[in-house]
Nanobody, 122 residues
Framework: VQLQASGGGSVQAGGSLRLACAAS????????MGWFRQTPTVEREIVAA????????WYIDSVKGRFTISRDNSKNTVYLQMNNLKPEDTAIYYC????????????????WGQGTQVTVSS
């Protein structure tokens, strides 16, 4: 599975961005997917995860109510809608997938996309 993340950019605090993770070579409808982020001072941490069906979702506390993970299996794509962005959301965001139930551990994911930079200014 190859994953391609896109949609990052620079916004002011309170703004919105939508990240997309497009998969190729294989259909990801049986894959749980996650979005992670990393900064120079914070190790890669999970932000949100979604089951293969989209019926189960998980969010880190700091983004609950602001971020929404979703997927469109017909387009082989997973999304992360980010609203009310804060400067502390600034990071490189990565998508990842695994053939099983979703996990909150980065070590459980087998496939990774390249990162996309999100910068939020105050």
């Amino acid at each position: 599975v190859q994953l391609q993340a896109s949609g990052g950019g620079s916004v002011q605090a309170g703004g919105s961005l939508r990240l997309a993770c497009a998969a190729s070579k294989y259909n990801i409808r049986t894959y749980a997917m996650g979005w992670f982020r990393q900064t120079p001072t914070v190790e890669r941490e999970i932000v949100a995860a979604i089951s293969y069906s989209g019926g189960s979702k998980w969010y880190i506390d700091s983004v609950k109510g602001r971020f929404t993970i979703s997927r469109d299996n017909s387009k082989n794509t997973v999304y992360l809608q980010m609203n009310n962005l804060k400067p502390e959301d600034t990071a490189i965001y990565y998508c990842a997938g695994r053939e099983a139930h979703y996990s909150t551990s980065r070590w459980q994911y087998d496939y990774w996309g390249q990162g996309t930079q999100v910068t939020v200014s105050s």
